[in-house]
C-alpha cells in the first residue's frame, strides 16, 4: 500500500510517498495472476465523491470504455486476450452491476430509434467511385466514419511526407479510426445516449493517440491547415504499435506524434472533401427530429413534435414554431419583412439555383418607422443618424444576401470546396441562430449601443468577420429580433396598430 502518493506528487509534502505492506485479504488470491487495485480518496481530496464524477451506471460504463484500458483499441486488430469487465457501482446500500464490452466506444456504433444514418466512407467507396456523385439514398446522414489501414495513410500522404515518415511506417504500423457528425451538436445527443448526460463529454472531438490497444493520455486539438471549423468536429484516434510511450503514458516519441498530427490533419482535409453526404450543419439537431427523408408521416411526426419544443408565438406572423430548416428562415424573414420590422427593404428576388440566394435593397424615407436607433427599448434594430446621413432618403446599393437555418451551415459553406460561394461577395446572412459557441477564423460579434456605427442596414444583429479580410457580413438573427417583438422592443409598423396577443 502506497501512503502520500498523491500528496507527494502534487508537492504537498515534502517527504516521498512510502510502502507498506497490506495485509488485507486480496480478491487475487483465487486466481493465479492478476493485479488489483484499490483507490482511497483523501478527505481534500476533489471531488469528494466520486458521483460527482458520474452516479449511474451507463456514465461509468461510458467513462472505463472511453478513458481507461478496459476500451481496448483494436481497429482490425484481434485482442491479445479475450478480456472479461464486469462494473459494481455502489451508492450508499443501492448496489448496480453489468457487464461491460472491453473495446473502445466508436461514436458510430451509438444506437437510437430511429436509427442514425452513419455512413461508412471505406465500405462505400469499395463499391462506387471516389469521384462519382452520390446516389439520393445516401446523401443527408447524420455522421461519416472511416478507417484506414498503414497503406492507405501513406497514399493519402504526400510523397515528402512518406520519405520523411518511411521509419515509423515501417516500425509502428499507424491505423487511423475517424468519425464526424452533421452537426456539432450531436456530440451532446450522443453522450446522452450512452451516458444519459449532456452535460458531461466523454465522447467529444479531438485527437486521440493509442499505443498496442490502449488509449494515451488526453485528447489534443486537431490542427487543421484548411477546413478548420469544420475540423473542430471531427474525432480521431490514430493507433501505433510497438511505441514506446514516457512514464506517465501521456505522449509518444516526437517523430510518431508528428506523424499522428499529420495525419489528423489528411483525415480532415478527406472528411471536408466527404461533406456532400451530410445533412446541412444548420439542420435543428434536436432528438424529437425524426428523418424527414422516409416518408409523409414521419414528416408530420418531425414538425408536430417540433411546434411542442419550440413554439412561436408572434401572430399575425403565421409560423407557429420556431425554423427547421432553411426554407423556414426564408419564409419567416419574409413575413417579417412584409409587416415592416426591417425599415425599407426592398426584395428584388429570391432563387434556390443560382450561387446566392436573395437580392435586396433599403430605400425609405429618412422619417420611416423604425429607421433610426431611438435606444435599447425602443427601435433597436434601427441604424444610426450617422449612418442615415444628411439626406432626405436612406437608399443602400443592392445587397446579395444568403439565407440559412443557423450560421454554422454558412461557414461550412464558405470553407467547402464544393461550394462556390465567397466571403466577399455576401453583404447579409439571414439564419435563425447559432449552434457552434465560435468559428474559428471568424470573429461574430453583437451589435450593442457602442457599435451601433458598424450597423450598415436596419436589422443586422451581429457582424461577421473573416481573418485577414476587410469585408463585413452583416447577420439578422431571427431569433434575436423575434425575441424583441415578444419583449414589445421591435413593433411591426405595418399591422395598422392590430394588437399583439
Not at 450531436?186 to 493509442?210: C, K, S
Not at 413575413?335 to 426584395?347: D, E, K, T, Y
Request: charged share 25%.
Amino acid at each position: 500500500r502506497m501512503q502520500y502518493g498523491r500528496a507527494w506528487a502534487k508537492a504537498e509534502r515534502t517527504e516521498t510517498a512510502y510502502m507498506v505492506e497490506d495485509s488485507n485479504p486480496s480478491p487475487l488470491e483465487q486466481h493465479s495472476r492478476g493485479t488489483y487495485i484499490q483507490v482511497q480518496l483523501s478527505s481534500d481530496t476533489r471531488p469528494r465523491s466520486l458521483n460527482k464524477i458520474a452516479s449511474t451506471l451507463n456514465a461509468w460504463k461510458v467513462i472505463l470504455r472511453t478513458k481507461t484500458a478496459i476500451g481496448q483499441v483494436l481497429l482490425a486488430r484481434e485482442p491479445v486476450v479475450a478480456l472479461q469487465a464486469k462494473l459494481k457501482l455502489i451508492d450508499d446500500n443501492k448496489t448496480d452491476e453489468t457487464d461491460i464490452e472491453a473495446t473502445f466506444l466508436y461514436p458510430h456504433t451509438s444506437k437510437r430509434t430511429p436509427p442514425f444514418r452513419f455512413l461508412n466512407l471505406v465500405e462505400y467507396y469499395a463499391t462506387h467511385h471516389e469521384q462519382s456523385k452520390p446516389p439520393t439514398d445516401k446523401v443527408r446522414q447524420d455522421g461519416l466514419y472511416l478507417e484506414w489501414d498503414t497503406e492507405r495513410i501513406q497514399k493519402e500522404f504526400s510523397a515528402d511526407q512518406r520519405t520523411k515518415y518511411a521509419e515509423q511506417f515501417k516500425a509502428y504500423t499507424p491505423v487511423i479510426y475517424a468519425f464526424v457528425p452533421y452537426n456539432v451538436r450531436l456530440w451532446v445527443e450522443l453522450n446522452q445516449i450512452e451516458a444519459g448526460i449532456e452535460r458531461r463529454a466523454y465522447i467529444n472531438p479531438g485527437l486521440m493517440l493509442a499505443v498496442n490497444r490502449q488509449r494515451l493520455g488526453e485528447l489534443s486539438e486537431i490542427k487543421a491547415k484548411r477546413y478548420e471549423h469544420f475540423g473542430k468536429s471531427v474525432f480521431i484516434i490514430v493507433h501505433f504499435d510497438n511505441v514506446k510511450p514516457d512514464q506517465g503514458r501521456k505522449t509518444i516519441d516526437a517523430n510518431a506524434e508528428e506523424l499522428a498530427k499529420d495525419a489528423a490533419d489528411r483525415v480532415v482535409q478527406y472528411l471536408g472533401k466527404q461533406s456532400i453526404f451530410l445533412r446541412p450543419s444548420g439542420d435543428a439537431p434536436t432528438p424529437e427530429q425524426r428523418q424527414i427523408e422516409k416518408d409523409h408521416g414521419d414528416w408530420v411526426f418531425n414538425v408536430r413534435s417540433h411546434a411542442q419544443v419550440a413554439p412561436l408565438h408572434i401572430p399575425p406572423v403565421t409560423y407557429v414554431s420556431t425554423p427547421l430548416a432553411e426554407q423556414d428562415v426564408v419564409g419567416l424573414f419574409h413575413q417579417l419583412s412584409s409587416l415592416g420590422v426591417f425599415a425599407g427593404i426592398q426584395i428584388f428576388a429570391t432563387s434556390q439555383t443560382h450561387t446566392y440566394d436573395c437580392l435586396i435593397q433599403f430605400d425609405c424615407d429618412k422619417d420611416e418607422p423604425g429607421l433610426i436607433y431611438k435606444g435599447k427599448e425602443e427601435n433597436p434594430l434601427g441604424i444610426s443618424t450617422y449612418i442615415r446621413g444628411g439626406g432626405a432618403r436612406f437608399s443602400t446599393k443592392q445587397l446579395t444576401v444568403e439565407f440559412k437555418n443557423n450560421l454554422d451551415a454558412l461557414i461550412t459553406d464558405l470553407e467547402s470546396d464544393n461550394s462556390p460561394k465567397a466571403f466577399g461577395n455576401i453583404d447579409i446572412c439571414v439564419c435563425w441562430g447559432q449552434i457552434s459557441e465560435s468559428f474559428k477564423g471568424y470573429e461574430l460579434e453583437s451589435i450593442t449601443e457602442a457599435k451601433l456605427d458598424e450597423r450598415q442596414f436596419p436589422g443586422i444583429t451581429h457582424l461577421l468577420r473573416h481573418n485577414g479580410d476587410a469585408h463585413v457580413i452583416g447577420i439578422i438573427m431571427l431569433n434575436t429580433v423575434t425575441d424583441m417583438i415578444r419583449a414589445g422592443k421591435v413593433s411591426m409598423p405595418l399591422l395598422d396598430d392590430t394588437p399583439l396577443s
